[in-house]
Nanobody
Framework: QVQLVESGGGLVQVGGSLRLSCAAS????????MGWFRQAPGKEREFVAA????????YDADSAKGRFTISRDNAKNTVYLQMNSLKPEDTAVYYC?????????????????WGQGTQVTVSS
């Protein structure tokens, strides 16, 4: 079992930065690929970025390329999403998720565990 808790969301201005954290519990954390997704009101859940179980490879959505960076620190059981140059379109609830696969994917159905989400609001 993996339990995930996101933190670090908040209200920022256009062009600002936030660093989201996802704290994981469970001794099998290092055997899971991790992903970040987001969901705006009335919209479907959208892939943002993923990272392999070892942290050796990442996969970013086009909307995140050049602005967002996913990373993980397995010693601390934590996954991060560094978000820079934020835009109003980035406003959403951000979720971290764990996959039993060792390579991250953009598919919601490939993830087995989800956090509660953290709100990110970018003002224009």
């Amino acid at each position: 079992q993996v339990q995930l808790v996101e933190s670090g969301g908040g209200l920022v201005q256009v062009g600002g930065s936030l660093r989201l954290s996802c704290a994981a519990s469970g001794r099998t954390f290092t055997n899971y690929a991790m992903g970040w997704f987001r969901q705006a009101p009335g919209k479907e859940r959208e892939f943002v970025a993923a990272i392999s179980w070892s942290g050796g490879s990442t996969y970013d959505a086009d909307s995140a390329k050049g602005r967002f960076t996913i990373s993980r620190d397995n010693a601390k059981n934590t996954v991060y999403l560094q978000m820079n140059s934020l835009k109003p379109e980035d406003t959403a609830v951000y979720y971290c998720a764990a996959s039993r696969l060792r390579v991250g994917t953009p598919r919601v159905d490939d993830y087995n565990y989800w956090g509660q989400g953290t709100q990110v609001t970018v003002s224009s």
